[in-house]
């Protein structure tokens, strides 16, 4: 198993940047695919961004492209996402998780574990 736990959130103005970080506990870090969704209010939680293990390869969903960037560092058992030029639709509950199966998935109900999350406020 892994518990994982966000932090980073806070509220921001439109064009700016701020870096999420989900800290995991338990061994075989390195094992998991790790992905980060998020949901605002009344919303369905969304696919943002999707890592393999060995942090090799990433995938972004079409609406943060060019402007999110997934990490990891397996040494840490930590995993990041940087934000930039920061939209006022940026806004939600960011949420880490993680899952054994093979893939970059996007879909929320493949993945076992997830932290309670961090809110993004993106202020126009």
């Known amino acids: 198993q892994v518990q994982l736990v966000e932090s980073g959130g806070g509220l921001v103005q439109a064009g700016d940047s701020l870096r999420l970080s989900c800290a995991a506990s338990?061994?075989?870090?390195?094992?998991?695919?790790l992905a980060w969704f998020r949901q605002d209010l009344g919303k369905e939680r969304d696919f943002v961004a999707a890592?393999?293990?060995?942090?090799?390869?990433?995938s972004y969903a079409d609406s943060v492209e060019g402007r999110f960037i997934i990490s990891r560092d397996n040494a840490k058992n930590m995993v990041y996402l940087q934000m930039h030029s920061l939209k006022p639709e940026d806004t939600a509950v960011y949420y880490c998780?993680?899952?054994?199966?093979?893939?970059?998935?996007?879909?929320?109900?493949?993945?076992?574990?997830w932290g309670q999350g961090t809110q993004v406020t993106v202020s126009s």
């Open positions: 998780a993680a899952t054994r199966r093979v893939g970059l998935l996007r879909d929320s109900t493949r993945y076992d574990y």
């Open positions: 338990g061994r075989t870090f390195s094992s998991y695919y």
């Open positions: 890592i393999t293990g060995s942090g090799l390869t990433t």
